[in-house]
């Protein structure tokens, strides 16, 4: 690969249509917020196409599951894969059980919450032990700048 071609990967910021938009924290966490948010309504357009017998809501699952996994590369660039997927899996899931429970009347039960509440704390975890590990980083590279070498070359 050329150093053109790996500069332009490596770089701040990620060209979307007519510009670029700057690659801050604040802009990945919105970005992922956004594909989350995605991701619910994607999700309960499933539930509204019946199997997909409803064209509207049908189009939306693959309007706004395009729009999710068009932003989460983007998020993937400054925040973990670890850390990402597990909180637009999480926040995901608790949206969606919301919609189900207050749009689709749903029935809460203890178990339901239970789970729901044990998804949330693990995120969290992850989201600490993200802290803890930039606190304490030793300097060795977990497949860092290798892992993307190797990726490259695949």
């Known amino acids: 690969m050329s150093s053109e071609a790996t500069n332009l990967l ?3 910021t990620v060209p979307i249509a007519f510009g670029c938009l700057p690659l801050t924290p604040v802009a990945s966490w919105c970005l992922l917020l956004t594909a989350i948010t995605a991701e ?3 999700t309960s357009c499933m539930k509204s196409s019946s199997g ?17 996994f068009t932003l989460l590369p983007v998020v993937m660039r400054t925040i973990d894969l670890s850390i990402t997927y597990a909180i637009w899996s999480g926040l995901g899931t608790f ?9 689709f009347g749903e029935k809460v039960t203890t178990f339901k919450i239970g789970g729901i509440a044990i998804i949330l704390v693990g995120v969290a ?3 600490y032990a993200e802290g803890i590990d930039q606190e304490y980083d030793d300097g060795v590279d977990e497949g860092g700048e290798d892992g993307k070498r190797m990726m490259m070359k695949l």
């Open 10 to 12: 490596s770089d701040s």
């Open 40 to 42: 619910v309504l994607g």
């Open 52 to 68: 997909f017998t409803y064209l509207l809501p049908s189009l939306g699952i693959f309007l706004f599951y395009g729009i999710s």
């Open 95 to 103: 949206g969606t059980a919301l919609l189900g429970f207050g749009y």
């Open 125 to 127: 975890m992850l989201k």
